[in-house]
């Protein structure tokens, strides 16, 4: 499985862009699909996350500000984000469970996308 991430960019405080993540394949099996961030010089976080039956978890942070959806048709996730803070500066990434035989379960990374947000 690959991720493709994309919609990254520059954006004043208070902007909005949406980041998508594509899948190689399709995504029904795909158990939790979530979007992480890594700021420079801190460790990756978890920003929010989607299960197959659309159950969603949000960090504190951006709650009210961003929604994470899933599109089974287009085989993506997709993360908007709203009223952006400087804070929010960092690379984004696509991260995927799927689904295998029994019990297996793999685990998937898309490369980053940059988020800048200036003030």
């Known amino acids: 499985v690959q991720l493709q991430a994309s919609g990254g960019g520059l954006v004043q405080s208070g902007g909005s862009l949406r980041l998508s993540c594509a899948a190689s394949?399709?995504?029904?099996?795909?158990?939790?699909m979530a979007w992480y961030r890594q700021a420079p010089g801190k460790v990756r976080e978890l920003v929010a996350s989607?299960?197959?039956?659309?159950?969603?978890n949000y960090a504190d942070s951006v709650k009210g500000r961003f929604s994470i959806s899933r599109d089974s048709a287009e085989n993506t996730a997709n993360l908007q984000m709203n009223s952006l803070k400087p804070q929010d500066t960092g690379a984004y990434y696509c991260?995927?469970?799927?689904?295998?035989?029994?019990?297996?379960?793999?685990?998937?990374w898309g490369q980053g996308t940059l988020v800048t947000v200036s003030s």
């Open positions: 991260h995927a469970v799927v689904q295998g035989k029994g019990w297996d379960r793999y685990t998937y």
């Open positions: 394949r399709n995504i029904f099996s795909f158990n939790t």
């Open positions: 989607i299960t197959s039956g659309g159950d969603t």
